[in-house]
């Protein structure tokens, strides 16, 4: 047996990058991954990918900053395969460049927070109380190495939100521990997405590179692994953590 058979992860945001591969992963560990996205191209693509390496996967769409639509989903999930045991709040990502604070928009201020924070939010309220009354279950919510220093390279209200993704995290593991249901936190840094490597120009991750203890940029396996370890029992009495996958950038 791999070390998911049985479970139900659903993972956000996992049309590609982070979000894909930890979906592979969890399928190929035997989980059946519920595929969640807005590009339904990319999301066929992925679920395509897992079946035909044998993996089970089924597909939903919505929009989670959206209450309404997380319940819908969770409906149709319950009702097609059975409740969540595995959540992966992964939806989310900066849509605008570093800038100093008084030249950020209140509609990018907001755009960041509620795609990031209150999606995080939003996903947590909707399968936490399922999970709870079953005595179990593994949350696992997304960060980035941005939340973890204050830097000029890091778009702040992404940065801001991420940061509060992380204090969520710790508060509802505090919550929802004497439950039996663990939620750990992981915060990337750095990692050749699809999109990151050919948006980075190569010089550019040269310099990354070298901002590292260990030598190399991340990858979305990387990430995904670390998920793999808080989503399964070898992570049984670990909760509430925030776990820096970003090549020792993150020295605290």
Not at 13 to 30: K, P, V, W
Not at 105 to 123: E, H, I, K, Q, Y
Not at 181 to 195: D, G, K
Request: net charge negative; hydrophobic share 45%.
């Amino acid at each position: 047996m791999t070390s998911l058979e049985g479970t139900v992860a659903l993972v956000t945001g996992s049309s590609r990058g982070i979000g894909a591969e930890i979906a592979r992963l969890f399928a190929a560990e035997g989980a059946h991954v519920v595929l969640h996205g807005r590009d339904r191209d990319a999301l066929d693509r992925v679920h395509a990918s897992i079946t035909a390496a044998n993996g089970q996967a089924l597909v939903v769409t919505g929009d989670v900053t959206r209450y309404d639509d997380l319940e819908a989903m969770r409906t149709t999930v319950e009702d097609e395969v059975g409740p969540v045991t595995i959540l992966v709040a992964n939806a989310g990502g900066s849509t605008t460049p570093p800038a100093p604070l008084e030249d950020i928009s209140p509609a990018d201020w907001r755009a960041a927070v509620d795609g990031n924070l209150t999606a995080t939010f939003l996903t947590i309220k909707c399968f936490l109380p399922g999970m709870k009354a079953r005595g179990a279950g593994a949350i696992i919510t997304m960060s980035s190495a941005a939340a973890r220093r204050p830097s000029p390279f890091s778009p702040l209200a992404y940065a801001t939100a991420k940061a509060g993704v992380g204090l969520l995290t710790q508060d509802a593991a505090a919550q929802a521990g004497p439950h039996g249901v663990r939620i750990n936190c992981i915060a990337p840094e750095a990692i050749l997405t699809e999109r990151n490597s050919t948006e980075i120009p190569p010089a550019v991750q040269a310099h990354l590179r070298d901002q590292h203890p260990i030598r190399r940029l991340g990858t979305p396996n990387d990430v995904a692994r670390a998920a793999l370890f808080l989503a399964t029992d070898n992570s049984a009495w670990i909760t509430g953590i925030i776990l820096d996958v970003a090549g020792g950038s993150v020295l605290t």
